[in-house]
């Protein structure tokens, strides 16, 4: 199957603090570094990195090149990626404390500036037997997603962040890969209960949409998959985490691949688990992710 991954790209810049600056604040950081990242290209490169055939569309600024090359280094197709000469690249700004863990600024950039044009081109020669991966990090997702439905494409969905104006998409995504917080805001957005517990909650997602498969991400208590009446849990691989900034966007790419390349959800979990695990102990967004042998070596499979 092949992958199109139709989402953001950003330049990172990553500054290494003692804690998470707070309002009215001035904090001095330790070092600044500059990463490639944006969700859709950590997500194009854990896709590729895991084993499928993929391809890239999205849109930089001049300044975002050297993203390109990010991508071409990963195996990944970036013909369908537009240069614009009148707007900057998308960009992050990342506080990253020594735990590891990180609060992002984001500027959409060029990743809003996405076209029905644009979409139709992309899309011209897609059909069954290929799938889209999409996040909320770029403009006109609605079009996307049902240009997408009406050629047959496999449509998965990361709702992050998570908006009011994505529940329409809802019902076109036939995977749902979602923390936490993003399912409360999602069950609240329909008008639903919202549990606390965990396996209630992945059970709620279950019941508000049965056609839809559902990976509910628990961070260091490790993931829930639900599909109809199907709970399957995972727990997640236990290391020293030097920076989580991609660990959701491996784990979603490798997820995918694993499902989309054939595998039962058990061992996509799996694979996906040790893949997320693996990239924690290492700083960077796409950087971090690490490569389909390196994790078949840890899972010993």
């Known amino acids: 199957m092949r992958a199109l991954c139709f989402g953001s790209l950003n330049i990172d810049y990553v500054y290494q603090v003692p804690h998470f600056v707070a309002g009215g604040e001035t904090l001095a950081a330790g070092s600044l570094s500059r990463f490639s990242g944006g969700k859709g290209l950590n997500q194009s490169v854990a896709l590729a990195r895991a084993g499928l055939e993929v391809r890239h569309a999205g849109a930089v600024g001049r300044d975002g090149l050297f993203l390109l090359e990010e991508l071409r280094a990963a195996g990944v197709d970036t013909g369908h990626v537009e240069v614009l000469e009148d ?4 960009h992050a700004v990342i506080q990253r404390t020594p735990s590891g863990e990180n609060c992002i600024l984001l500027y959409g950039g060029a990743n809003r500036r996405i076209t029905p044009a644009q979409i139709d081109r992309v899309l011209a020669d897609c059909g069954p037997g290929d799938a889209l991966i999409l996040q909320n990090e770029i403009s006109r997702l609605p079009y996307l997603a049902e ?14 962040p998570m908006e009011e104006g994505l529940l329409p998409l809802l019902p076109l995504a036939d995977y749902l890969l979602l923390n936490e917080v993003e399912a409360a805001q999602l069950l609240a957005g329909l008008g639903r209960p919202v549990p606390e517990a965990e396996e209630p909650l992945a059970a709620a997602l279950a019941e508000a949409l049965p056609s839809t498969a559902v990976l509910l ?3 260091s208590r ?7 009446a199907r709970l399957l849990r995972q727990a997640a691989v236990s290391v020293r985490a030097v920076d989580t900034t991609a660990a959701g966007d491996t784990y979603t790419g490798f997820f995918l691949a694993g499902v989309l390349g054939g595998r039962e959800a058990e061992w996509a979990m799996r694979y996906a688990a040790t893949a997320a695990a693996i990239a924690v102990t290492r700083p960077g967004a796409a950087p971090s992710i690490p490569s389909r042998q ?5 899972m010993k499979d």
């Open 87 to 90: 707007v900057p690249t998308g």
């Open 294 to 298: 390196e994790v078949l070596a840890e």
């Open 147 to 160: 240009r997408a439905r009406e050629r047959g494409m496999t449509v998965a969905l990361n709702p992050s």
């Open 217 to 219: 991400t628990l961070g």
């Open 222 to 228: 490790g993931s829930l998959f639900t599909q109809g």
